[in-house]
């Protein structure tokens, strides 16, 4: 089993950046890919960003690409969503995964996160 456990999240005006992290614990990590959702208000969870173990190969979603980037630290056990430039729109619960295959679709991950909570004000 693996337990994860996202911080970092906030209010932010448009335009800001923060840093999201997500501590695994129970095993260790480096052997699954890694990813960050998102859900917005009354919309469904999307795909944000991966990383695969090693930290080599990562994937975005169009909306973030250049704006975000994921990272991972497989000594410290945890991930991490750079986010900068943020827009309105990137307002959402985050949710940190973990799974072994590792797409973009959230039947890929077998391990979540509660979740934490990204405002963005205009």
């Known amino acids: 089993q693996v337990q994860l456990v996202e911080s970092g999240g906030g209010l932010v005006q448009a335009g800001g950046s923060l840093r999201l992290s997500c501590a695994a614990s129970?095993?260790?990590?480096?052997?699954?890919?890694m990813a960050w959702f998102r859900q917005a208000p009354g919309k469904e969870r999307e795909f944000v960003a991966r990383?695969?173990?090693?930290?080599?190969?990562?994937v975005y979603a169009d909306s973030v690409k250049g704006r975000f980037t994921i990272s991972r630290d497989n000594a410290k056990n945890t991930v991490y969503l750079q986010m900068n430039s943020l827009k309105p729109e990137d307002t959402a619960v985050y949710y940190c995964?973990?799974?072994?295959?590792?797409?973009?679709?959230?039947?890929?991950?077998?391990?979540w996160g509660q979740g934490t909570q990204v405002t963005v004000s205009s």
């Open positions: 129970g095993r260790t990590i480096s052997s699954y890919t």
């Open positions: 995964a973990a799974g072994s295959f590792g797409g973009t679709t959230m039947s890929s991950y077998s391990y």
């Open positions: 990383v695969r173990g090693s930290g080599a190969s990562t």
